[in-house]
């Protein structure tokens, strides 16, 4: 059988939609679950600084770094075998992470999970996008895809907390086993096998190309979001302008493009590229500053915090599964535009938020995460859409690269802004030595630190001016979302209401059950 499987959806393909979204969710518990874990974690293996923050940032960093590149791989070697080599490499990882002797065996191991979790993301993606003839059900499905990894990312934090109460930090990481193995042992029985025929060679040196453009992209927003836009962070957006560059001539020249750039002269799917870029900007920034509002100003526990999550979770549910159904009869633009208006009531609360609004903060949160529900889905399915049936590997990889840099982007930049307004509103209470006066004038976690040594009221001004920091950032975050709703409207209008089946491609090979596709 050539292409996608014919007709409407039956209960192979709802079935392994629902194997897929285990390694998903996996990869979004894998982004937070050491928000809880980590102060165990430093206290066994006793890293410094530099290599908690590296342990941190080295799964997102080369998830992000190595996606075009298991994209294309996987449109070459079959999408369903890629799945297969990557879930098992993560459960083998995850072994060597969770018993790590070392701070730097554990570095090693979160980079080498961030490789293996690339393979996962484009895979599943691309899967769901060819098993789907009828494009009614495929955009379901993708929604359902989308919200697996939101719903893996807010349950990390209550996940961790729960598994050290009992056991040690390791046991966080043993999670991907059970879920590797039901991934590997179902896939051969629920998942077919795609694969691009007369692919071409794959480029090598554009593999290069690609991780030199992207990674020290990465590194600039992760490291400006900390250090501001200092010497480090602009060699190293030189060096990644300068290798994307370099990486888009080579591809214009290419027969085999590890990217293939004739994709960006499709309208409907750059705009919506652009449109997820801008949203995941506005949600992965206030998302972090939200749950630091709660910790920080609320004085709630991490676990506490995570549980406040648990409504925007619910909310990004709803858009996620019900934006598809209504793009049945309204055109996925003016859903996505209309949607992104509503979530901006969301950012109105969290601008007008003050001391003790845990409520009108959640609330707000939740109307942020509904728009997002809605442009996961629908912008995702419109870039998978209009990417021929052969290189939906690709424009898969390319979705998931343009969202983790939004995100990243979002924490470097509104995380900074906040910060920026905070330290422009505080001043050092008299007394303090000069170490305690500049912890408590660089941000508010570091007056935390020296609660015990201020006056009585400054750690409450300290709180207001932080969250005088998230009003500012929640303004401008609206502003972008509100620019990118009207390019929803405008440019997105003529995409049709999702019905009918998606077009049978030639250049696919695709088999279905027990031991083929290769």
């Known amino acids: 059988m050539a292409g996608r499987r014919a007709g409407r959806a039956g209960w192979r393909e709802w079935s392994g939609v629902g194997l897929l979204a285990l390694p998903t969710m996996l990869l979004g518990l894998d982004v937070t679950v050491l928000y809880l874990v980590l102060p165990r ?13 590296w342990i941190m940032d080295a799964y997102g960093f080369f998830i992000a ?47 080498l999970l961030g490789v293996a979790g690339a393979t996962l993301m484009p895979s599943t993606l691309s899967l769901i996008s060819n098993m789907f003839a009828d494009a009614r059900d495929r955009a379901v499905a993708i929604g359902v895809w989308a919200t697996m990894f939101a719903l893996g990312m807010a349950a990390g934090p209550v996940v961790g907390g729960a598994l ?23 896939a051969p029985w629920l998942l077919p096998e795609f694969r691009t025929r007369d692919a071409g060679r794959f480029d090598l040196p554009s593999v290069g190309l690609s991780l030199a453009a992207i990674l020290p992209a990465v590194y600039a927003v992760k490291h400006a979001a900390g250090h501001g836009l200092d010497a480090q962070t602009l060699l190293a957006v030189v060096l990644a302008a300068g290798a994307a560059v370099v990486f888009v001539r080579r591809q214009l020249r290419l027969e085999a493009p590890l990217l ?3 994709l960006f002269a499709d309208r409907a799917f750059s705009a919506a590229l652009s449109v997820l870029l801008v949203g995941l900007v506005g949600v992965g920034g206030v998302m972090f500053m939200v749950t630091q509002y709660l910790q920080l100003v609320e004085g709630l526990s991490p ?39 509503v979530s901006l009531l969301g950012y109105a609360l969290l601008a007008l938020a003050g001391t003790g609004s845990t409520p009108s903060v959640v609330v707000g949160f939740a109307f942020v995460y509904l728009g997002l529900g809605a442009i996961a889905a629908l912008g995702t399915d419109i870039v998978v859409g209009a ?22 982007a979002g924490v470097a930049l509104l995380g900074s802004l906040t910060t920026a307004v905070y330290r422009a509103a505080v001043e050092a209470p008299a007394g303090l030595s ?60 003529h995409v049709r209401p999702i019905s009918g089946a998606a077009p049978e491609p030639e250049s696919v090979a695709s088999t279905h059950g027990r031991g083929d596709g290769h």
């Not at 890293?47 to 923050?53: D, H, I, M, R, V």
């Open 41 to 53: 974690l430093a206290a066994d293996l006793e890293p410094t600084a530099a290599e908690s923050l």
């Open 65 to 111: 770094g190595f996606l075009i590149t298991m994209g294309t791989l996987g449109d070459r070697i079959g999408r369903r075998r890629l799945l297969v080599i990557g879930v098992v490499a993560f459960g083998a990882v995850s072994v060597l992470a969770a018993f790590a002797p070392s701070a730097g065996w554990l570095i090693a191991a979160r980079a």
């Open 164 to 186: 050290i109460a009992h056991l040690w930090w390791g046991a966080a990481f043993l999670i991907a086993v059970p879920v590797a193995v039901l991934v590997a042992a179902g």
């Open 260 to 262: 293939d750039m004739r």
């Open 303 to 341: 676990t506490a915090a995570g549980l406040l999550m648990g409504p925007p979770a619910l909310a990004m549910l709803v858009a996620a599964i019900g934006a598809p159904l209504l793009a049945r009869v309204v055109p996925p633009g003016t859903v996505m535009a209309g949607t992104l208006a």
């Open 387 to 408: 990417a021929p049936p052969e290189k939906s590997g690709s424009a898969a990889a390319l979705s998931e690269t343009v969202q983790e840099l939004g995100v990243a």
């Open 434 to 493: 000069a170490a305690a006066a500049a912890a408590f004038t660089d941000s508010l976690s570091g007056a935390l630190s020296v609660a015990d040594l201020l006056p009585a009221d400054a750690l409450g001004h300290a709180q207001a001016a932080f969250t005088g920091g998230l009003n500012t950032a929640s303004v401008v975050a609206g502003t972008a979302i509100a620019a990118a709703s009207v390019v929803c409207f405008t440019t997105l209008r």
